[in-house]
């Protein structure tokens, strides 16, 4: 909202909203060329006005060489020609507005591509006017420009190695947290920050409605970029309390808000995805009267089944997954605002990972969504959850394409890593799990392309797909469509407090949902494969009033596999006390 709207307590829209990612690459394909594209977006719209979101959150389309598959930004003006023209970004505006639609645009400003003509001026010589647009550093004392160990500092990249690579042409090493081809931009330059303004006020004059911002809590970095500590058996160094949230990010978060969007008329959508941030920072990061950010996408409930790295899954007990969220419920119940999500591009599938996607496949992506839609905050979707659709059974790690997951098998596999547990891993936690085709139909392609793919269709595309859920009582679309109508419909979804129940139990999850003046809600969720009996205390909601689940009515008292309820409870006349 804008200042004038915070001040009156105008609600915004995207409070009480549902917000659908679409991964542009694995979306539609409409020209058969194996990649999805903006018209195969707008042939779908129906299927996403069918499913009642409010938003689409439009991974990049820009300009791009595809380094880390369009997060790697060379033109931010301009359309990649892979996803078509700027024109056709104009039509899925006008077709997405028309169907009450709105679009945010991913806007990856920590980095851009080494094909950015910003950064090919930068390194052009050393005296260039945007040479300091960047974060350029000399070798480390005493040693050799390009060797190991010369690097100015000893920070790991998020996709393995070190973060700065050795320019040949001016004798300097740049700063990448990312891939070698995602130079970080110097965000402690006026000149940067005003350039990203002016881009990002050139995009809401054209039409979006706000911006998902990738990893926006590195733009501020320590100056001094020291070294990180190095653990026990590491190559590299943590780097990460030394640029992520760093020393100047509220005054520039702030100075973006008051250059971009303080002026303009409705809503607009303002989402920061920021790695490692906690409660108290997010309560500072979404407090409408600081005029940062709508609100925050968190890390803290994903980080949980991690081990020594994220492609060394652990089990996660549900107590500490209900506690994790309900601790983000809690901390920004009264100031700020949770986004909610189970998936996205960057996360393997949902039923796969916190479900069952064998026998309880139906019952567990439904029982997921009702508890994830239920707490306090603006739901995120996936493409494709809204089917329930799983991880891929990947062969090999020659089948994968994403940078991250084959830079980290070649150099777990160089240390020494047995390959078999690599591919594990990979196959648990792999972003390529997210990645694969949409699954439309059960044609050969599950009507994705009618050419082939760029990454291959999950072999289930034959029983899960849209066409055989849209319409369908009980299907996991349908689920998920009602889930969306009862956000629109009962306020006590948005706005009220939320209060966990039976925090230690194994595999109940159970809370309240209470708002002065409305029946209360509550929520059960049976986590688990085994029938569960519901314990004494929840017995005065026996008499509840059913308001949706994901098996037919049953008696009160027991939960099948994977069940979950909404119930209302019962007011007598006159309303709630």
């Known amino acids: 909202m804008n200042a004038a709207e915070a001040e009156a307590g105008a609600a915004p829209w995207w409070r009480s909203a549902v917000v659908y990612q679409v991964y542009p690459r694995s979306f539609a394909d409409s020209d058969g060329d194996g990649i999805g594209d903006l018209p195969g977006i707008t042939a779908h719209l129906d299927h ?35 996803f078509g023209t700027p024109a056709d970004l104009d039509r899925l505006l006008e077709q997405a507005h028309a169907r009450g639609i709105r679009i945010v645009l991913d806007l990856v400003v920590n980095h851009t591509s080494d094909e950015h ?37 000893n920070w790991e990249s998020f996709f393995s190695g070190p973060t700065w690579t050795w320019d040949e042409r001016t004798a300097a090493y740049y700063l ?64 990460f309390p030394h640029y992520a ?24 959508l303002l989402v920061g995805e920021m790695p490692g941030v906690t409660v108290p920072d997010a309560r500072l990061f979404t407090d409408p009267a600081r005029q940062e950010l709508s609100m925050v996408f968190q890390f803290e409930h994903v980080s949980l089944d ?32 949770n986004s909610l999500y189970w998936s996205n591009h960057d996360q393997p599938r949902a039923v796969s990972r916190f479900g069952d996607d064998g026998r309880w496949w139906r019952e567990s992506a439904t029982a997921l969504a009702t508890v994830l839609h239920l707490h306090r905050g603006t739901p995120f979707v996936y493409q494709g959850e809204e089917l329930g659709m799983t991880n891929a059974p990947w062969p090999d790690v020659t089948a994968m394409r994403d940078i991250e997951s084959i830079n980290y098998a070649a150099q777990a596999q160089a240390a020494g890593a047995d390959p078999q547990r690599v591919l594990d891993g990979l196959r648990s936690h792999g972003r390529d799990n997210a990645r694969t085709p949409m699954q439309w139909d059960d044609g ?31 299907s996991v679309f349908e689920h998920y469509r009602a889930l969306i109508a009862l956000r629109h419909e009962d306020r006590v979804v948005v706005d009220g407090t939320f209060h966990l129940l039976l925090a230690d139990d194994p595999d109940l999850w ?11 809600l509550l929520v059960v969720a049976n986590c688990s494969g085994l029938p569960r009996d519901l314990p004494a205390e929840l017995d005065t909601w026996r008499d509840a009033v059913p308001v949706l ?20 409870e019962q007011v007598a006349e006159g309303g709630r006390a």
Do not use: C
Request: glycine fraction near 10%.
């Open 117 to 153: 003509p910003w950064f090919v001026a930068a390194r052009s010589s050393a005296d260039d006017p945007k040479r300091d647009w960047y974060w350029w550093r000399p070798a480390r004392p005493g040693t050799t420009g390009g060797e190991p160990g010369a690097e100015p500092t």
């Open 306 to 337: 991690h081990g020594a790295t994220k492609f060394e899954p652990v089990p996660l007990a549900l107590p500490r997954l209900k506690a994790s969220l309900a601790g983000w419920q809690d901390g920004l119940g009264e100031v700020g605002w």
């Open 245 to 268: 949230s760093g020393p100047r990010i509220h005054e520039f978060l702030h100075e973006m808000y008051q250059e971009v969007f303080a002026d303009r008329a409705g809503d607009l």
């Open 549 to 568: 689940s994901n098996y037919p009515a049953a008696a009160w008292g027991r939960l099948e596999p994977w069940e979950a309820r909404v119930l209302r």
């Open 48 to 82: 996403l006005a069918a499913l009642g979101i409010d938003a689409i959150w439009l991974s990049p389309v820009y300009r791009s060489p595809h380094a880390d598959n369009g997060y790697d930004i060379s033109d931010y003006q301009d359309v990649d020609p892979t």
């Open 444 to 474: 050969p392609q599950a009507g994705f392309s009618t050419g082939t793919p760029w990454l291959p269709v999950n072999p289930n595309r034959t029983w899960l797909n849209a066409a055989a859920q849209v319409g369908v009582a009980g």
């Open 510 to 520: 159970v809370f309240e949902r209470r708002l002065a003046g409305h029946p209360r």
């Open 176 to 239: 990448h947290l990312f891939a070698t081809k995602q130079p970080d931009l110097n965000w402690e330059n006026p000149q940067v920050r005003a350039a990203v303004h002016t881009m990002m006020r050139w995009w809401l004059d054209r039409g979006v409605d706000g911006f998902r911002m990738d990893v926006i809590n590195l733009i501020s970095k320590d100056p001094a970029l020291p070294d990180g500590e190095v653990s026990p058996g590491a190559v590299y160094g943590n780097g």
